[in-house]
């Protein structure tokens, strides 16, 4: 059996994505996965990616690959992640989180820029392409768990979800979705503010003494 990682997903689970089937789910994602990379053209961004993938990103930014409890590519390494603390204006966890994989979550939390964003894509566990990936040793979760999760990372998700991918075929869907419905991968967006998610309470203004009057 092949060996059981701190994410919860066997070693050797990333190597479904370069079955014909996975390379389906990545290919159809290109266009949203370049449109979260380029949301903030300031700062440079940070992609991390089940595998290489051959189509172009614009902008300033560091594409690390996931193998095991690994990261290769200009940087190798492994978590806690060699990076300064609000460096990128967007990170994007492409299919690289486990269902218990808090440390690589709370880096990429920690190296987002207020005002940034962080994408999770994800399988999803009620798509008949989960078939696909049976015996794998891939675990999926719904949008509810992972919400709560960016919520424990410091970050505000939004309310609504986009489906991304084939609901069966092994097929190249580039069009998303509100919402998961039967499609094989969900993206969920959670942003770092500039301002605590819970409010801070206002002081109350002390009243200015009454003015004396003029002579």
């Not at 990333?14 to 380029?38: N, Y």
């Not at 594409?63 to 492994?78: E, K, N």
Request: net charge positive; charged share 15%.
């Amino acid at each position: 059996m092949p060996a059981i990682l701190p994410t919860g997903q066997p070693a050797a689970a990333s190597d479904w994505f370069a079955t014909p089937a996975g390379l389906a789910v990545l290919a159809s994602e290109q266009g949203l996965v370049s449109e979260a990379l380029g949301a903030h053209p300031g700062l440079p961004w940070l992609w991390l990616s089940p595998g290489v993938q051959g189509h172009p990103v614009e902008g300033r930014g560091l594409h690390l690959v996931r193998r095991g409890d690994r990261l290769t590519g200009p940087v190798r390494c492994a978590c806690p992640l060699p990076l300064p603390s609000e460096a990128f204006g967007a990170v994007v966890l492409q299919h690289v989180v486990g269902v218990r994989d808090d440390v690589l979550l709370g880096e990429a939390a920690r190296v987002l820029a207020p005002g940034g964003h962080l994408w999770l894509l994800v399988l999803n566990p009620l798509t008949p392409y989960r078939w696909r990936w049976r015996g794998h040793g891939i675990a999926s979760a719904e949008p509810l768990t992972w919400r709560r999760r960016l919520r424990e990372a410091g970050l505000a998700p939004d309310a609504v979800s986009r489906g991304v991918g084939p609901s069966w075929r092994e097929m190249v869907v580039t069009q998303s979705q509100d919402g998961p419905g039967l499609r094989a991968a969900y993206a969920l967006r959670g942003q770092k503010r500039h301002l605590p998610l819970t409010p801070v309470r206002r002081t109350r203004a002390l009243p200015m003494p009454a003015a004396a009057p003029a002579t």
